[in-house]
């Protein structure tokens, strides 16, 4: 039997059951009691959709327990922390079919409910070993815990449900795609211009029969076009997976039945794939991911099971890289933004610069090297018709006039290619090499080429300013025997 | 020229060189011993030109006070209502000299005061913008100006002069007799301090001030003499070319920030007698308001 807690009542039977500032009877923990599992997942759902667990996670505990008459119940434990947590979960928990109990360590009372406002006392203490002893107003229980549930693996073995609601693939997402798919998928991003990151994904063969890891390409995407999102919807071998918390993906179409983002289970350097009719796919840690304008050269690759390209934690690429070359271009010479001037022709450059114009000579910058002068000019150098011109193909890769890079890569492919050098402009000589001069030694050729004139000093008149800020002061001087002395009215 | 011009002429060159030059520049002004109501009638009706050593400082000094608000290349003669504005500040000044009163003259810097109050009463307002700009260029500091008392205390007393170097019996055996001075600048406003002929005092200096609508304008924000729309401040306003000289000197003043406020009080006071002359503050209130803004913008 249990009594209801008085306005003012100080003493409690239950042991480690006392009142909090608010006169509610109140233990340092929480327990809430669950007819079946299905029922611990309907409480889990209703309680995360609204809040999270990183209060309650620390201390939480779930447990299969059997009472003395053989029935199996669930009782999930957490630290009660206040009133306020215990009146929301105890609210949740008769939603969700079951009671709400508080306690310290084995003996729990019922939790206060309308009826009680301040909550309950048990009339007598069962004596018993038991794991767990629940006083209820309507039956008083003692229970042996079967067994521990994790709540990882438990979120794991709940399948995720079809939501038509999710269909939209707008916003981050995961794809995953079969090895034979990985590097058309990436070929097709880079022509797309889709913005996107690749590696490859390993994980251990499903049977000891197989002797192979299980590879797919793994992308991360930053916005998927919409133009796409039926291909990527119902394209066989690959799966889109949208993220829904730190370290869980959730497959597109699905909702998983607990709100993931709310329950910090999961671990965050890794990666859990949430399928909708298969099992969760987990990479222990997410590999290191490429820009997929850096492997677009993958898509030329034949498709091979032993593929083995840089994936960190995954499988490898085929070589398929080719030197980089120069040959003579048919294209007219254009954007000619500098030269290289030899240094057998500085002296010529020393009487050029006098007819140089005075804005050619402001906006171009100038390097000494050991090989000569570089002269660059954004706007064009064609005003110092010396040495050997180049052609920008990049704001920091130059190549000779009148020859073409091959193969024929975008510009920002290239400037990847050469390791994005920070700091470096690189040019190009025409037998392929390259070579990089530091940006910081081009200086404005108006500050090189000058030389020291000698001047003499020459000192200038100060000039006295008229109105002085000093403040007119009055100073009065004697006015003799009689001061109004010639001062009448008219 | 005759002997009365040779005074009027030497009178003038040393109210210019005591009184109006440091008035412009700044520095040490001496007014003259008090001139009276009818001398400066006298002068007035003949105005002197200053051809003295001073002339050619004071012209430039005056053509610079005026180039802050317009481009001018020559400074007009001084005309009588000049002279006699001068001759006010002169007497004003010399109403609060510690010599005017002596031991039976505790009346005499009333009597002051009543003769700035005639001297005034034939002073008229400025009838074109040049004038008034004259005028400005005369007083634009007047309200700068200070007087220095000293108190000098020694072991067993002390005794502040004002407006004079303090005595060689009060200073003498510094060290014997520990003497300290300590110097306090006193504006203008508070120049007659407790005296009971301060009221009246301040009221003809409210009158000198209001004589040059453009210094009126520029301290606005003034304690004392409050400032009040005149008959030759409205004036000034009525023109487009006045009311641009008038912002002009206002966004030069100290009081710029608060000048669209100040203005619109003033309206305030202006419209319970005539309403049209109140909208006429209200909106060059609003175009103060609107340079200041474009100012800010520019300086932005």
Redesign the interface.
């Known amino acids: 039997m249990l009594e209801r807690v008085a306005l003012h009542q100080t003493r409690l039977r239950v042991p480690g059951v006392g009142l909090d500032a608010r006169g509610v009877a109140l233990g340092a923990r929480g327990l809430v009691l669950l007819p079946s599992l299905d029922r611990l997942v309907a409480f889990l759902a209703i309680y995360t959709a609204d809040h999270g667990l990183d209060g309650v996670i620390g201390g939480l505990k779930i447990e299969v327990v059997r009472s003395k008459l053989g029935t199996r119940e669930i009782a999930l434990s957490f630290d009660a922390g206040s009133s306020d947590r215990l009146d929301r979960i105890g609210e949740v928990a008769r939603l969700a079919g079951g009671f709400s109990f508080t306690g310290t360590t084995r003996h729990f009372v019922q939790y206060r409910d309308a009826a009680a406002p301040f909550g309950y006392d048990a009339s007598e203490i069962a004596a018993t070993d038991a794991a767990l002893a629940l006083y209820h107003a309507t039956f008083t229980q003692t229970y042996d815990v079967e067994k521990q549930v994790d709540l990882k693996a438990l979120l794991l073995r709940m399948s995720p449900n079809p939501d038509p609601g999710t269909e939209a693939l707008d916003g981050p997402l995961w794809i995953l795609a079969e090895p034979g798919l990985g590097p058309s998928v990436l070929s097709y991003f880079v022509r797309s211009g889709v913005r996107a990151s690749a590696a490859v994904a390993e994980w251990p063969p499903a049977t000891s029969f197989d002797d192979a890891p299980v590879r797919r390409w793994l992308f991360e995407v930053e916005d998927l076009p919409r133009r796409t999102w039926p291909l990527f919807a119902s394209l066989p071998g690959v799966t889109v997976y949208r993220p829904v918390a730190r370290g869980v993906a959730v497959e597109q179409g699905y909702r998983h039945p607990v709100s993931l983002r709310a329950c910090p289970v999961f671990d965050e350097a890794g990666l859990l794939f949430m399928r909708g009719t298969a099992p969760p796919l987990e990479l222990g840690r997410v590999p290191v991911l490429g820009d997929v304008r850096s492997l677009a050269r993958v898509a030329l690759a034949d498709e091979g099971s032993s593929a083995a390209l840089v994936a960190p934690g995954g499988g490898a690429a085929p070589e398929i890289r080719v030197p980089l070359r120069l040959l003579p271009g048919r294209a007219p010479p254009s954007a000619v933004a500098a030269t290289l001037v030899p240094k057998h022709e500085l002296g010529l450059l020393r009487r050029l610069v006098y007819a140089l114009g005075a804005d050619a000579v402001r906006t171009t910058r100038f390097a000494v090297t050991e090989i000569g002068a570089f002269l660059i000019r954004d706007r064009g150098i064609e005003a110092v018709p010396l040495g050997h011109f180049y052609r920008r193909v990049h704001p920091a890769v130059y190549v000779p006039s009148g020859l073409e890079l091959v193969p024929s890569v975008d510009s920002d492919v290239l400037f990847s290619a050469l390791g994005s050098p920070s700091g470096k402009i690189v040019f190009f000589r025409p037998d392929s090499n390259a070579l990089a001069v530091d940006e910081a030694a081009f200086v404005p050729l108006e500050n090189a080429i000058l030389d020291a004139t000698a001047w003499a000093p020459l000192d200038a008149t100060a000039i006295e300013p008229l109105l002085t800020t000093e403040t007119p002061t009055a100073w009065f001087s004697p006015l003799g025997l009689r001061p109004l002395k010639g001062a009448d009215k008219a | 020229m005759s002997v009365a011009d040779v005074h009027v002429q030497q009178f003038a060159e040393d109210l210019a060189e005591r009184l109006l030059l440091?008035?412009?520049?700044?520095?040490?002004?001496?007014?003259l011993?008090?001139?009276?109501?009818?001398?400066?009638?006298v002068i007035s009706e003949m105005p002197p030109n200053v051809v003295g050593e001073s002339g050619p400082g004071l012209e430039?000094?005056r053509l610079?006070?005026i180039r802050r608000l317009c481009p001018v290349d020559d400074v007009m003669d001084f005309d009588s209502c000049e002279w006699l504005i001068a001759c006010a500040v002169n007497?004003l000044?010399?109403a609060t000299?510690?010599?005017?009163v002596?031991t039976f003259?505790k009346n005499?810097p009333r009597?002051?005061v009543?003769?700035v109050e005639?001297t005034l009463d034939r002073v008229t307002e400025p009838k074109t913008l040049a004038r008034a700009l004259m005028r400005h260029s005369l007083l634009s500091?007047l309200l700068?100006?200070?007087?220095?008392d000293t108190e000098v205390s020694w072991w067993v007393g002390s005794e502040t002069v004002?407006?004079?170097?303090p005595p060689a019996r009060l200073v003498s055996w510094p060290s014997l007799r520990r003497v300290r001075t300590e110097q306090t600048?006193v504006g203008l406003a508070e120049?007659p301090g407790e005296q009971p002929w301060a009221d009246v005092w301040i009221r003809a200096l409210a009158r000198v001030v209001a004589a040059s609508p453009l210094t009126d304008l520029q301290s606005l924000g003034r304690r004392s003499p409050p400032f009040s729309m005149t008959g030759s401040t409205l004036g000034l306003l009525q023109t487009h070319a006045g009311r641009a000289v008038a912002a002009r000197a206002i966004e030069r003043g100290r009081f710029r920030g608060r000048a669209p406020e100040l203005l619109r009080q003033a309206a305030e006071a202006v419209a319970r007698v005539d309403d049209d002359a109140a909208g006429v503050v209200l909106r060059f209130a609003d175009q103060v308001e609107e340079r200041s803004r474009q100012m800010e913008e520019l300086s932005a």
Request: no cysteine.
């Open positions: 440091p008035l412009v520049v700044g520095g040490r002004l001496e007014p011993p008090p001139i009276g109501e009818a001398r400066a009638v430039r000094a610079a006070v007497d000044l010399q000299s510690p010599f005017l002596g003259g005499r009597r002051m009543e003769m005639g500091r700068e100006l200070v007087r220095v004002r407006g004079i170097e600048k120049m």
